[in-house]
């Protein structure tokens, strides 16, 4: 897949302490905005705060514009450049290279992707992604997989076992009561 990170290489038990320890983000809904380089893909970052560890950290989702292509990403980058943790729903098959027999160095797309203690990336699925029936519907659902990613990366909305929404529209800065009139109270002189 791609070379040795030395940063996860040196410092192992940290990577796994920003991967699977709690962390909680506020945001909600997350608004996804057209990416800057790739007008077919929509992306945010939000700031995600780690229950133990300072570093700061953020979950990134990018999102193709046509159905099932998406990714979900937590990335420190004062740790390592690279974004640590990911899910990627649609793509191709990685291939391993790790001490498993060929037959189980393939692992096809959707999948998580983070390092061993050896700094190598690697690919995986979850027991709930091995099943063929909850993968697709995870794979072709933003909401399923960012639920998905959110449990496998133990992430609260506001503390709780939650996952926000997504949206594409700009937040109202005025929430606009459509039935109030605007006017109604005030005397006007003739």
């Known amino acids: 897949m791609s070379e040795i990170n030395l940063d996860v290489k040196q410092n192992y038990e940290y990577l796994e302490e920003l991967s699977f320890s709690e962390k909680n983000i506020q945001e909600d809904p997350i608004f996804l905005k057209e990416k800057d ?3 077919d893909w929509l992306k945010n970052s939000v700031k995600v705060e780690h229950s133990t560890a300072k570093e700061e950290m953020s979950l990134i989702i990018e999102k193709k514009l046509f159905p ?6 937590l990335h ?4 390592t450049k690279k974004p640590f943790f990911r899910f990627d ?8 290279k790790i001490e498993n027999s060929l ?6 797309t959707p999948h998580f992707n983070t390092y ?4 190598q990336e690697f690919a995986y699925k979850s027991e709930v992604l091995k099943s063929e029936k909850e993968a697709k519907a995870i794979s072709e659902n933003i909401e399923f997989g960012i639920s998905h ?3 496998e990366t133990n992430i609260k909305l506001n503390g709780k076992d939650e996952f926000p929404g997504l949206t594409t529209k700009n937040p109202e800065l005025f929430k606009i009561e459509t039935q109030t009139d ?3 109270g005030i005397e006007f002189l003739d």
């Open 37 to 39: 380089n790739r007008k």
């Open 68 to 73: 099932y292509k998406y990714g979900i990403k």
């Open 76 to 79: 420190s980058p004062k740790f």
């Open 89 to 96: 729903s649609d793509g191709p098959t990685h291939r391993n």
């Open 103 to 108: 037959s189980d160095q393939p692992i096809t």
């Open 116 to 119: 061993d203690e050896k700094g």
């Open 149 to 151: 990613f959110f449990q």
């Open 182 to 184: 605007p006017l109604n």
